[in-house]
């Protein structure tokens, strides 16, 4: 296993575009999250699914924001009409449903919006 | 709300010296888990070490240990022989039976050769 991939690591982008990001999650791992982390700052929770359902969704998840898991698998997260208070970078993670359920992290999209 | 504070936002460490890093954490649950995660320059975040809060013992992995006063919420880390490996933000996390894990603003650790 390769651990939770993440794609595109890097991303520019002006103002009002829309942007994607993909996560591949640990296979054997039915739970994925998406964290947003700036600069200086810990990861901040968006969202997660538990298989294909998207379970929880925080305040900080706004109507532009939209994220899918579509066959339980690998999840997208999309940014309609970007803003450069969208600047970050953001950290998809992984966890089986038992437990301490450990997130295991992605190594992230970095996104800068001009 | 649950937060989670780490008050020292940069720490230096002599190689195979020891550093504490602090984490405090405010909560009215019983329940919940605590962790340290690492994250090295431009790398991914790691797993340094867990906690159950119902656990008494303290946490050890090798190297690293923490020390849980759950009545003072308190859950430092504890890095014995530092080496120039450990160099990375250090992350102290908290989790109830819920998925929103609470992150504080992290610790830079710089370790001197």
């Known amino acids: 296993d390769t651990g939770v991939s993440q794609d595109p690591r890097h991303k520019i982008t002006k103002r009002g575009q829309n942007v994607t990001f993909r996560c591949d999650p640990i296979?054997?791992?039915?739970?994925l999250y998406w964290y947003r982390q700036t600069l200086g700052q810990g990861p901040e929770f968006l969202t997660y699914?538990?298989?294909?359902?998207?379970?929880?969704k925080s305040r900080l998840l706004s109507d532009r924001f939209s994220a899918e898991r579509p066959k339980g698998s690998f999840s997208t997260l999309e940014i309609q009409r970007t803003e450069q208070g969208d600047s970050a970078m953001y950290l998809c993670?992984?966890?089986?449903?038992?437990?301490?359920?450990?997130?295991?992290f992605g190594p992230g999209t970095r996104l800068t919006v001009t | 709300a649950q937060t989670v504070t780490q008050s020292q936002p940069e720490m230096s460490v002599q190689e195979a010296e020891t550093v504490t890093l602090s984490c405090t954490y405010d909560?009215?649950?019983?329940?919940?888990?605590l962790f340290w995660y690492k994250q090295p320059p431009s790398r991914q975040m790691i797993l340094v070490i867990r906690?159950?809060?119902?656990?008494?013992q303290n946490a050890t992995e090798n190297r690293f240990s923490v020390n849980f006063q759950k009545a003072a919420k308190s859950f430092s880390l504890k890095i014995s022989d530092s080496q120039l490996g450990d160099a990375a933000m250090y992350f102290c996390?908290?989790?109830?039976?819920?998925?929103?894990?609470?992150f504080g603003a992290g610790t830079r650790l710089t370790v001197k050769p």
């Open positions: 909560t009215s649950e019983s329940d919940y888990y």
């Open positions: 906690q159950e809060a119902y656990k008494q």
């Open positions: 296979s054997e791992h039915n739970r």
């Open positions: 699914f538990q298989n294909e359902a998207q379970l929880e």
């Open positions: 996390a908290y989790r109830v039976n819920n998925n929103d894990m609470r």
């Open positions: 993670a992984s966890s089986s449903t038992g437990g301490a359920r450990v997130k295991y």
